[in-house]
């Protein structure tokens, strides 16, 4: 299994940006497409973005044009840029991956879906 760690959370203002980075070890990582999610206090974790191993990408309607994501083979690693947070960003981000084949368009959006989890980063954005 790709095990996965999730970095680049922290504390911020409104209007604020951060980027996240999932660093990814134990198999080739263009083998995979991956997600990101997250879970707001007192909420089901939810789909934020999702990416396909050849680079295909998915967003969540209410994130687009906010929240970026990409991913980079060379570095094991993918990326969510945040942009314009919200309060209603605030909530533990997690990175998901899972096996698939190289060069794919699809995209997972399912949680379901996903069978390597990371252990999360804690976003807060404060008014």
């Known amino acids: 299994q790709v095990q996965l760690v999730e970095s680049g959370g922290g504390l911020v203002q409104t209007g604020g940006s951060l980027r996240l980075s999932c660093a990814a070890s134990?198999?080739?990582?263009?083998?995979?497409?991956l997600g990101w999610f997250r879970q707001a206090p007192g909420k089901e974790r939810e789909l934020v973005s999702a990416?396909?191993?050849?680079?295909?990408?998915y967003y969540a309607d209410s994130l687009k044009g906010r929240f970026t994501i990409s991913r980079d083979n060379a570095k094991n690693t993918v990326y969510l840029q945040m942009n314009s947070l919200k309060p209603e960003d605030t909530g533990v981000y997690y990175c998901?991956?899972?096996?698939?084949?190289?060069?794919?368009?699809?995209?997972?959006?399912?949680?379901?879906?996903?069978?390597?989890w990371g252990q999360g980063t804690q976003v807060t954005v404060s008014s």
């Open positions: 998901a991956a899972r096996y698939w084949r190289s060069g794919s368009t699809i995209v997972f959006l399912r949680e379901g879906e996903y069978a390597c």
């Open positions: 134990g198999r080739i990582f263009s083998d995979y497409a």
């Open positions: 990416i396909s191993s050849g680079g295909s990408t």
